[in-house]
């Protein structure tokens, strides 16, 4: 039964993906249900099976010289709470996606594709199972962000792939690199020992573009912008996270001989996307900057030479993905409502609306890492470990986030929130639809991780070098 | 009546909740909070609800920073206040553009004190002045007073809330909570940094024409002088708590004044003389701080001057009940007139006295925290500015990596253009002009010059394996 739920977690959403082509736009919707349903109830079974620990199932998969390559896929403290992510902002971007999205049968069997490589990257306990898998995710991203979206989607895509492949190459030659002086590259094994220099800074450059890290970032503002809403959910929330993932997982084990350069990157990378996203006018691009910004203190926590940064960084990867799907997923509400998203078009859209500012206010000051938000705790853990790990001077830079995100978000609240003149509308009503309860679905998500942080935290706790 | 009982519901339950906490400040912040909330149920109109909320969420942040268990919690009360704070003072009177203005300045310096605050809380002991400068941005010292200042702008019961236990006295309260963490300070300069702070704030209090305004800049001499006396923690935890419940006070008053126009002189003295004595009587271990009290004496006496305008008649009637209520309360309270050299009371009644007769208007007016505030500002406008031209800087990395990949796409369309030729044209033309040169070569007729050559070349090459061999 854990082979089986175990395979099931990767294998169920790409066989639901080709199932979903044969149905229709209603029957979709009921697919959709039952596979979140079952997705959910195996995810349960697993995390009760190993309390969060375990199983782990692999076997020989084939050898090539003296080298052996397992199928190796199991549970760690470290992916159970991303494989519940994965399946919970999937569905709720579908679910989001559902009723007015054209081409909806290859739409929906992309993203259950999609689902399932990412589910695949996070299961993967050999390195290269886990590549396989990180490279197969590419080709149901690029085709969702080439198939849907804006004016530009089509460059966005192109470009988004040459990024991810030219970075891939790195990854890939890190990865072989990275078995010199191995047998195989099973979890254990791989993290036994530190990875040659080179190895580790290939490794780290190929993943950095997915993370992304400054100046490798440039595909990320145009693919999030283009892309459709929902599309722009699961990049925000899950392909970043791949990134995040790889450098904690597989690039980072042997703590502080590399830390400074990381934190450095990241640090600057923070300061940059604080600047960008604070000049932007369209609330999309935003919200694309904010992730790079989220994004690089997952980078400073990985660089930051403690136990405690990379488990905030750890966290940082779950929470982040909520509270940016939860900020895509509003700001496709507003675009659809209004017909717009650039913020001198929605100048004072909150003046005497407080349906519409409610979800915004909360997920503003949860992208802001304020207490009650399930961010709030990722971040302080990711500067206290820089406090412990490497000193308070050095704890300033990604204690900064919280000035900087401060000074965005609360620009774009005061533009929104801006009194027009007279003409101050009553609530329409409108505004209430399923897409809404996407959104507070997820701010759910953002409060219960804010105020009881306790099953995330628990589970990190298991992290060790 | 709308939801107006929530306020009521909050006062009901805060009240005896506030008896059974042990802890002074969460005591004090509990009931403060619980008179406020039955003082907004009358004072406003609507948004009762909203109130409600954010003084429970304010007095949740108190909590957690008093009991909080790990540093994590102790952070997110500390950081709850000021998210409660930005709350009451953008929407306590509606949006308004102003209000949006002046919460964002609140936030984002209370942020920035945050970024020395976590430092020094993660920092394991290295950087106590984290703590410091954190502290005093929060408790609005100067020269931080002026979002304390522009605060201000959010009715009364707000104000009342933010002055108390819940906002601004964290600031200083810390020291107390944790005196752990204040080990490696240094003691002296805090006391005269400290006297200092509180005299420039003291004078901005003198300087200012609004009665808000005034106790908002006794706020930040009063803190100021309370930081100074660390490390008499007994003496720190009187003062904070009297200022807290005082300044509760004082501003509700203020709310009653600005609603009505002016208050009863009973009233009106008792508060008066009651402020003086008790958040007032006892400050003062250096002269410099005396001097500060001192003027922030005259200041509220000043204040209390313009709040009691609106009925010239009841000057006199102030000024003596102020000096029996001062007199008889500083026999019985505080130890006789000259018992103690803490002992401020008669300077008290001659300040308020010298409040109401001094010329006022022909005073000079100190508004330095303009200047703060707006390099503070300015710090704001120029990293916006800097944005604007980091993002220019994005756009052009952008293109250029653009301009790589057209370059890239442009050299493979060329190649692809060389390709096709060759296919079209290059490789039909090559296969064809050596097919004709192939069967030129083998047919049988062939050209003169083509046999000739052939002879000649085949006779040159005998004729050199001849002449080779006979040189050799």
Redesign the interface.
Known sequence: MEVFALNALWLGPVVAGGVSLFLSRRMLLGWLVLHGFIQVLLWIYLYEEGEGLGPVWSFLWFSFGSKPFFYAIGLHPVNVWLLLLTIVVGHAALFYAFSDTPRIRSFFALVFILLGFVQGVFLARDVLLFFIFYEASLVPAFLLIYGWGGAFRRAAA??FA?FTLGGSVLLMIGILWGYVGRVSGVWEEWRAMPLPAGAWLLMTVGLAVKLPLI?LH?WL??AHVEADTPVSMLLASLLLKLGGFGLLSWVWMDGKEWAFFLRIWGGVSLL?A???????TDLKRVIAFTSIGHMALVAIGAGSGSMIGIQGAYHQLFTHGIVSAGLFAWIGLVEKQMGGRSLSFLRGI???RSRWQLPAVLLF?AAMG???TNL??SE??V??G???GA???W??LP??S??LT???F??V??EL???MGAVQGVDSGIFFSPREAVVWFLIGWVLVGGVYPQPWLELLSYVGP | MGTRWLLWLLFLGGIPLGFWVEEPLLRSAVHITSAIALYTSFYAKERYELYAILYLLSMG?VF?FVHGES??WI???W??VS?AAWGLI?WGRG???RA??V??IT??IN??G???W???????G??PE?FLIGGAIKAGLFPFSFWLVQAMYAPAPVSALLHSALLVSLGVYWLLRYPGWGEGLPTEVMRDVGWVSGLLAAIGAIGSRRPKVTLAWTTAAHLALILSEWPDEAMMRTLLLRHSYLKAALFLLIGVAQKTGYFSPIVGSLAIAATFLLGMGGIGSSTGAMIAEGITAVALGRMFRHVGFGRPEYTIRYLVLIGAVCLLGSFYFMEGLMGSMRIMNAWVGLAIGFGYIFPWRYAWSWRFDKDVAEAFYGL?ES??R???F??RL?FY??KI??FI?YAFLLLASWVARLELFLIRVGWPYIAYNSRRALAWLVQYEQPLLYRQALRWGFLVALMGGFLWRYLH
């Open positions: 192109v470009k040459i100046p440039s503002g145009e940059y604080a600047a960008v996203a604070t000049a932007q909150f003046a005497g000051f304020v207490p009650g709030f705790v302080l853990l500067i206290w820089v406090g412990v000193g308070w001077f704890a300033m204690a900064l919280l000035l401060g000074v965005y609360l620009r609240y005061r929130a801006q009194p | 942040g957690l540093l994590i952070f997110a009360g950081e709850l998210v953008v949006l308004r553009a949006l203005e919460g964002l936030f984002l942020r920035l945050d970024v020395f976590l430092a020094a809380l993660f920092g394991e290295h950087y984290g704001y990293w916006i800097l944005s604007f980091i993002d994005d990395i952008s990596v653009d990949s």
